[in-house]
């Protein structure tokens, strides 16, 4: 069987590229129908790249008091991500030349990382905001591995920057003012889905994590 061949019969590994795509669309038209509001300006029209969160489209009302049209977009969105990264930890943890407890480990802490995701928009905010990115963080902790122990070094770099992009975020949270968080969260985002596609596509070109 050749390349082409074996290729056709493993197009389901491109799924996170796929749900990548979608997950930009939704995202897209949540934004495009979110009526208005941010932390800066709660009178604002439409939805501000700059100052809305990505919480905000997930609220049944908008900032500025009317009912939030996209809401539907976004909750869309947020299950299509939720089963587009829980995709992307199945593909590398079968991609990669895991043992199988290494592969247990990967997509039990991915599955835990995204069970909290339902309850991101309510009272339990914060605590979703805590313990989701840490069950995360150990299933990419292996991917992270796999990437290193194959020589894709840039793909390996990249996702460190990642990381860097995160703790970023929690710095911007916890310690400083909320007002560049809006926009570093969406660069972190297209970082990260940016770096997904990529592992994603090298995965299907090179199974194993072959060279």
Request: proline residues 4%.
């Amino acid at each position: 069987m050749n390349a082409a061949q074996t290729n056709s019969r493993r197009w389901w590994t491109l799924s996170p590229l796929f749900g990548s795509l979608v997950f930009i669309f939704l995202y897209t038209m949540a934004a495009a129908f979110y009526p208005g509001g941010s932390q800066a300006d709660a009178h604002a029209k439409g939805f501000s790249w700059m100052h809305n969160y990505w919480c905000n489209l997930l609220s049944g009302k908008a900032l500025n008091g009317e009912i939030n049209a996209g809401r539907p977009f976004a909750y869309t969105a947020m299950v299509v991500a939720a089963l587009m990264l829980l995709g992307f930890l199945t593909v590398a943890a079968m991609g990669f030349d895991f043992s199988k407890r290494s592969k247990i480990i990967v997509l039990a802490c991915g599955l835990l990382s995204l069970l909290p995701l339902p309850f991101l928009n309510s009272s339990y905010h914060d605590a979703v905001a805590n313990a989701s990115p840490f069950f995360g963080l150990v299933a990419m902790l292996f991917v992270y591995a796999g990437l290193y122990k194959s020589g894709w070094k840039s793909l390996f770099l990249f996702g460190l920057f990642n990381l860097v992009l995160v703790a970023w975020n929690n710095y911007l949270w916890h310690f400083t003012t909320l007002y560049w968080l809006p926009l570093v969260q969406k660069i972190t985002f297209a970082s990260f889905l940016l770096w997904i596609c990529l592992v994603t596509v090298r995965l299907y070109r090179h199974p194993k994590g072959q060279a």
